[in-house]
Structures are given as C-alpha cells and as structure tokens.
C-alpha cells in the first residue's frame, strides 16, 4: 500500500545515525531501578549435580563463566546471549533478536529527535544547557521531556513487537506489570525499559522461543502501560497529528496505535455461498452489503467513503435459535471478503474470540480481548472479528455466574465497541453472535449497531431449498413442482421482510404501537416519531438514546439501500483503485431518500429484538427463581423430618 498523504519518510540516515548508541545501550550502562524490584530467576532442578543458575559467556572464547559486572549494570546483549544454557555460539534467533533491539532504540531515538525539533523541545534542551533557559519556561521544558519519554519509550516497544513478530510462536511469557516507566527524557526512560526488559529475559527466557516471547510479552505490555499513560499526558500534540514511515522495514508510527505487518491470516473455514444461507433474508442481505462496503475502504485516506457518508455497520449482533445458520452466515461472509480482497490485492484478516480465550490468570482474558480487537482494528487491513457465542464469552455484571475472565472480556469489549477512543475507519466489522442474547451484558448488546435477526427458514419453499440443498447430488429422488432457490431472490425476500416490519412483531411492542397510533394517527413526522419512541422507552427503561442512535445508523444503512455492483468487486480499476474523492461521490450518486416508512420500519426492527431479548431475560429469571423456591421447600421438609 502507498503511504499516506500526512506522512513523513523517516530516513534510513536518521536511523542507522544512532546505531552507535543503541549499540552501547545493549552492551552495558548503569541503572539503579526506582520503581521496579529485581525478578529472580526461577530455580528448576534439573538433574543432580547440575546448578539452576544461568551461566553468561565470557569475551574469552571457549570459556564460559558467570556475568562479572557491578551492582546495577544492564548488559542486555551478554543476557540475550546466556539464553541458551551457555552454548558456545550466538543462535540466528538470538543474533536476530539483537538486531531488532538495536533497530528498535535507533527508529526510537529517531522519531524522539523529530519530535524534539517539531515541538521545540531541540531549543530548549540547548538553551538549558547553556543555563539560558527561562525560570518561566521550566514547567513547559519539564513536561515536553516527559512527552518525548513516553513517544520514545511507545515507539521502541512498538518497533520490537513489529520487528519480531514474524518470530513468534505459540509459546507465551507472563512478564506481568510493567513498571519501570521513566519520564525524566527519553535516554533515562530507555534504561529503565532496557533494564527491566533484561530481567524479563534472565527470568523467563531458558531458550530461543522463550527469548522471542518474553521480549515480545514485555513490549505489547509496556505499549499498553505507555499509551494508558500518555491519555493524559499534555504535550503530546506534535507526536500524534503526525506519522512517520520506515520504508525498509515498512513500518508505521502512527500515534500510540500499535503497529502490525499488513498481512492476511490463512483461512481453514469451508466458505458458503449466498443461495446456500436459505432463509435469514434481511441478515443475508446485510452481510453481502456489508462485505462489499469494507472492501470500499481508502488504505490511502484510511477511511471508508461509507463510515464518513453514514450507513457503516461497525458493529452488529446477530441472534437466532441453535442450528438457524449462524455459522452459515460467519462463512459466507468471510468468504466473499476473501474473494474480494483477492481480486483487489488486499489483506484480509479473520479472526474470532472464542471461549479458548477465557483465563484463570488474572488479567489475561482481558490481553486476549485486547489482542483479538487489535488484530482486527489494524488500518493497513481489511478485518472481519466475530464472536461466537459471546453469551458465554463475554459476563454479564451483576450476575454471580460470570467469572472474572468473563467481566474482563466484557469491560474490553464495551470500551473498545463504543469508548471514548473508539475511531471507526470503516476498514473493519466486529460480529457478535449467540442462541441466548438475553444473556448478554444489556450495555454490551446495545453496542452492536445493527441487529441480525437469524431465524433460519420460514417458508415451505424455504424447506424445499434446504432439503434440496443438504441431500447433494448422490440420490435419483426427482425434485417435484418447485424451482430451486427462486424463493433465495435476494431483493424480492428482502423488500418482503422489511415490510414485514411496518408492524411490530412482539405482543409488548404490538400494545404500544397500536396505543401510539390510536393517538396521533399515522406516523409520518419527526414529532410522532419522537413520541412512538418515548413511549417505547416507558414500556421498556433499557430502551435509552443509545438505541435511538442505533436506529438511526440502521437508517442510514437503508439510505444507502443498494449493492455496489458486483463488477466493482470483480474489476478493481472500476472502483476500488479509484481516489477517496472519487469513490465517494460514486456511492453518493447511488443513495436513495429517507422515508417515514424506512424508519417506522427500523424502530420496530430495533424495538423487537430488545422486548424479545427482555421477554427471554425476564422468564429465564422467574424459572431460576421457582427452581430457588422449589429447593427452599424441599430443604424446609427435609429439615422438618430431621427434627421429627
């Protein structure tokens, strides 16, 4: 992908320019930690006869001793290379390993020097040195230095992670919290990460894969500890209206937004095509919208024509019964991005949280949770996240089954879906599927956007087509007076299903719309509008501005009620290659008006899906309470025989 237009080549000259320096780091400097404490190493008995300490190799070859070095001294390059039981030779891992922390501290140091001059901070560093530095300016010149530590400290962990991450395995290392974080300057700031990162390594790292993990462990962890830091920290406005590009190692410093190689992941699911989801019209018809939206995406502006014109689902919810086609839906969707991207050149990445990510481990869940957003979030991809059966992934609070990994999971989750840091791009969807959504944390179920109702098939010719489709060719049964899929016809089902919608569905809501109406008439302005909603709202408290907004996006996505044609997809010059500007006014020319009859539709949509899921939730905890009730009874008895 090409640069963007806002950024700035950081020169390979910039860079290898502080090699010395990034050198002298590794081999050794001074530093008497203050905030964190020395980790030992872990005692593992081996066999008898053999000590558990770790041995460091001597700069005399063939002799192996112990790390000789005064108390205090860092030497992170003689560390690294003790991670392999004292063998004789440097490995190619350990030789890579060295090589992309020098990078790292270098495209660190870098970055910290534009920043300098960009900020002013160059000038006053001179002016303090020759003792000219204003007593008025000390506050500033204190707090651009703290600004250029966590810039050079965010930029080294990220320039780690992204260096090795194509040398990661399975294997993790649990470095814990990260807390040595100086802001005194960025020089300072680096020896306390240096130092704590080779405490990391002499405690976690017997081997090659262990080494690669610790270190990587230990740089997501300080990214995460640096960008929490910098939220409120002044200063910093020079650092993130900017980026710089390393063109040799194509890596983006953007922000405090981690950075991840543009690439796909490999894709194992069997694909469905369209006419083999039968039924689940209006979710069926979402998803292919969908699928042809994200791949509308500018990797050049990083925003998508659709996230900026209104109508991008960011995030949805699609429930239904077991065995409706839920997973159906995951496949056809991942699918058609995948033939998409492929025919445009794009990355694609897939990826689903799933209950595997649930851990007793205090803390960890969370990770997962963040790790799996930020997999998906990456700008320089197309991302497609999905969450099966989150009602059991993610807790609901308040209820005393969630466990702690669960909670964690959800408060991930929300922040992430709707927070304040939440920048929608357009580049990525996140999919929240379950069987029971009455489950699911009401605040997190009322992040999902747009709502897919999976209901599987209704009709008898739905029936028909599914039967038809599930039997194969293997068999001589003649198909009867039927034609195959004609019922699939996706405009005709769906123009059908939404107008399915011009009246409630669920008897709660049913009341209301008819009370509603039996009021003001027919609703067909902006004021009768308004008083459907207030009185759903007294109906159901949980129905807050929140679903207001929702509603509105889901109006918004009918505004853009049309397929961008499939020879867009096909061709990429036609479209997808075209400028920002262009394909914008392209999809403008193509939205068709807001009508009452879209948004009475969309609130009764909306408005359903929230009194079935209440409905459920509710019942499930009036069976939870007889069952109480019942044992209660039983106890009571069986307490009453004893005494008799």
Excluded at 88 to 103: C, G, H, Y
Excluded at 353 to 371: C, E, M, V
Excluded at 405 to 433: D, P
Excluded at 456 to 462: A, C, I, K, N
Aim: hydrophobic share 40%; charged share 25%.
């Amino acid at each position: 992908m090409s640069q963007t237009s806002d950024q700035m080549e950081l020169r390979e000259t910039e860079i290898v320019a502080h090699y010395p320096m990034a050198l002298a780091m590794l081999q050794g400097f001074d530093h008497a930690p203050r905030i964190g404490a020395a980790r030992a190493a872990p005692a593992v008995e081996r066999s008898s006869g053999i000590g558990t300490r770790r041995r460091f190799r001597s700069t005399t070859p063939g002799l192996a001793t112990r790390r000789s070095v005064p108390t205090g001294a860092v030497q992170l390059m003689a560390t690294i290379k003790g991670a392999d039981e004292g063998d004789a030779l440097i490995s190619v891992v350990q030789a890579t390993v060295l090589n992309a922390l020098r990078r790292a501290v270098s495209i660190a140091l870098a970055v910290a020097g534009n920043y300098a001059s960009n900020s002013g901070l160059g000038d006053m560093k001179r002016a303090n040195l020759e003792g000219a530095l204003p007593t008025a300016r000390k506050v500033e010149f204190a707090e651009l230095l703290a600004a250029e530590a966590l810039i050079t400290l965010y930029v080294f962990a990220n320039a780690t992670a992204y260096l090795l991450s194509s040398h990661q395995t399975e294997v993790t290392a649990e470095v814990g919290e990260v807390k040595e974080v100086l802001i005194d300057n960025g020089q300072t700031a680096l020896h306390g990460a240096l130092w704590e990162l080779d405490q990391n390594i002499a405690a976690l790292a017997p081997d090659d894969v262990h080494l690669v993990a610790a270190i990587t462990s230990y740089a997501e962890a300080l990214m995460e500890t640096v960008a929490l830091r910098a939220q409120n920290a002044p200063r910093l406005a020079a650092f993130t209206g900017a980026s710089w590009h390393v063109e040799a190692d194509d890596f983006t410093v953007q922000g405090f937004t981690p950075a991840t190689k543009a690439k796909s992941t490999t894709l194992t699911m069997t694909f469905k095509k369209p006419h083999e989801v039968v039924g689940n019209h209006i979710a069926k018809y979402q998803a292919m919208k969908l699928a042809k939206m994200l791949v509308a995406y500018d990797f050049d502006r990083r925003l998508n024509p659709f996230a900026e014109l209104g109508g991008f689902i960011f995030t949805f919810m699609g429930d239904g019964k077991p065995g409706t086609g839920k997973t159906t839906l995951i496949q056809m969707m991942a699918g058609l991005l995948n033939d998409y991207c492929q025919a445009a050149g794009y990355p694609f990445r897939y990826q689903n949280l799933s209950t595997d990510n649930i851990d007793s481990y205090q803390g960890k869940s969370g990770q997962n949770a963040k790790a799996f957003i930020n997999t998906v979030l990456d700008p320089s991809v197309i991302g497609f996240g999905t969450i099966d059966d989150i009602d059991q992934l993610a807790g609901k609070r308040g209820d005393r089954q969630s466990s702690a990994g669960q909670l964690e999971i959800t408060a991930v989750l929300m922040e992430s879906f709707a927070g304040a840091n939440t920048v929608v791009r357009g580049n990525c969807t996140f999919g929240m599927f379950s069987n029971y959504p009455e489950n699911v944390d009401d605040a997190l179920r009322q992040r999902a956007g747009a709502r897919f109702l999976v209901d599987g098939p209704q009709t008898r010719d739905d029936y028909i087509d599914i039967l038809y489709l599930l039997m194969g060719k293997n068999h001589d049964i003649p198909l009867g007076a039927h034609e195959v899929f004609s019922a699939q016809e996706i405009k005709k089902a769906v123009a059908a299903s939404f107008e399915g919608h011009a009246r409630p569905h669920e008897p709660g809501l049913m009341e209301v719309f008819d009370r509603v109406q039996g009021q003001i008439g027919d609703l067909d302005t902006i004021a009768k509008l308004g008083t459907y909603l207030k009185a759903i709202q007294e109906a159901d408290p949980r129905f807050t501005g929140r679903a207001i907004k929702n509603i509105t996006d889901a109006v918004k996505v009918r505004a853009m009620d049309f397929e961008l044609p499939d020879a867009w997809m096909e061709s990429p010059d036609l479209f997808l290659f075209k400028d920002y500007e262009t394909k914008t006014a392209m999809i403008a020319d193509l939205r068709v008006p807001i009508t009452t009859d879209m948004v009475v539709q969309e609130i009764n949509r909306y408005a359903d899906s929230e009194f079935r899921y209440a409905d459920k939730s509710d019942e499930v905890a009036i069976e939870a309470l007889v069952r109480d009730f019942g044992r209660q009874e039983e106890a009571k008895k069986r307490w009453l025989e004893g005494k008799g």
